[in-house]
């Protein structure tokens, strides 16, 4: 009976109920698990964290007040992070752009697919009411995150030559989109 | 009937355009698609030319002759993204459909990789109505990119809009 109920919540990958919430101070550690590894940053633009206090200054400064930014937790613990910005711009305040990290021991099972679905529903349903649509600029090199997306019911736009830096180097990147009005696919 | 190429040339704005620039600024025709609002009077013209147009990062007016006609603008991003600019243009009415504008874009990708070294794409966005400017870019060279589907507001209504981008590594067709 356990098991069955485990099944019918948001499971993916066959272990584990994933589901998003606030990221606060107390699980520095477990983001120091994601924000120290090379294989997670690798196409992000930051460098992997080195230090604690470093990661509790971001949590503190940048997570807590953001707009939209909530951990990814398996089994209740944090195993990632989500977020959508917001523009300033009242003319660009239709759109936030979505990104995601997460810890490379749970690649491959879906739980970032689930997270992403799960954190647009949250978006378009209320917690950011004032955006039509969420974006995500991808490395044309990512393939995994590209796959993630399109599961995701994110509708491909176009390929953007050296739209952006990336560690010094430029890099052509995927834009993705998801409207409110999308139906799911 | 397209303009003489040599007709057409780019220089900075001056406070001594005013009047030329309310005559395009203050035309709604021409503000349809942009940002702006469109200038009501002359004072608007003077202060928009002395606090916009002369300390931006690259703005130039669209001259044939001596005598203002339109813009462009360059506005370059910073940090990670320093490599892309984004392109914005104009013409007065009186000047559409002679090609002025598509002059302006190419005279404007010839400068400005040499004055934004670190720029290595510029990139339009251009309503999906907007068919006009959608040519002038596509005269210039540029590559249509991709529909970005309700992509931000003009003027209170939501927009979807096609990216164009060009390169510095890209080449302009011949005329």
């Known amino acids: ?185 | 009937m397209e303009i003489e190429p040599m007709a057409v040339s780019l220089r900075p704005f001056r406070i001594s355009d005013a009047d030329d620039f309310l005559s395009f600024a203050g035309d709604d025709r021409v503000t349809r698609f942009l940002r702006w609002k469109t200038l009501a009077s002359r004072e608007e013209a003077l202060a928009t030319i002395r606090d916009v147009c002369i300390p931006h990062p690259w703005r130039r007016a669209v001259c044939v002759g001596d005598r203002c006609i339109g813009f462009v603008s360059m506005w370059p991003g910073s940090g990670d993204d320093r490599c892309r600019a984004d392109i914005g243009y104009g013409v007065a009415r009186e000047w559409w459909g002679k090609g002025v504008a598509t002059r302006a874009v190419r005279m404007a990708l010839s400068q400005v990789f040499g004055d934004f070294p670190d720029v290595l794409r510029i990139q339009a966005f251009v309503g999906v109505d907007s068919k006009a400017s959608q040519r002038v870019l596509e005269k210039a060279g540029f590559t249509r990119d991709g529909l970005l589907r309700k992509y931000a507001y003009l003027k209170g209504n939501l927009q979807d809009l096609y990216l164009y981008s060009f390169l510095s590594t890209d080449v302009v067709p011949a005329d």
């Open chain 1, 1 to 185: 009976m356990e098991e069955q109920k485990q099944q019918t919540a948001h499971t993916s990958g066959g272990s584990g109920v994933i589901s998003l919430r606030p990221l606060q101070l107390s699980d520095v550690d477990d983001f120091m698990v994601w924000a120290t590894d090379p294989d997670v940053v690798r196409f992000c633009t930051w460098e992997p964290y080195t230090s604690r206090d470093d990661a509790l200054a971001y949590i503190a400064g940048t997570i807590l007040p953001h707009p939209y930014c909530r951990a990814i937790c398996l089994d209740g613990r944090p195993v990632g992070s989500l977020s959508v910005t917001r523009n300033e711009a009242a003319g660009d305040a239709c759109r936030g752009e979505l990104g995601y990290v997460l810890g490379s021991g749970y690649w491959g099972r879906g739980i970032a697919t689930e997270a992403v679905k799960m954190a647009v529903a949250e978006v378009f349903g209320g917690a950011r009411p004032e955006l039509e649509r969420v974006q995500a600029v991808v490395d044309v090199e990512n393939e995994a995150s590209q796959r993630v997306l399109e599961k995701a019911g994110f509708r491909r736009e176009g390929v953007m030559r050296k739209y952006f830096m990336l560690k010094g180097r430029t890099r052509d990147a995927v834009m993705f989109s998801r409207l409110s009005t999308d139906d799911d696919s």
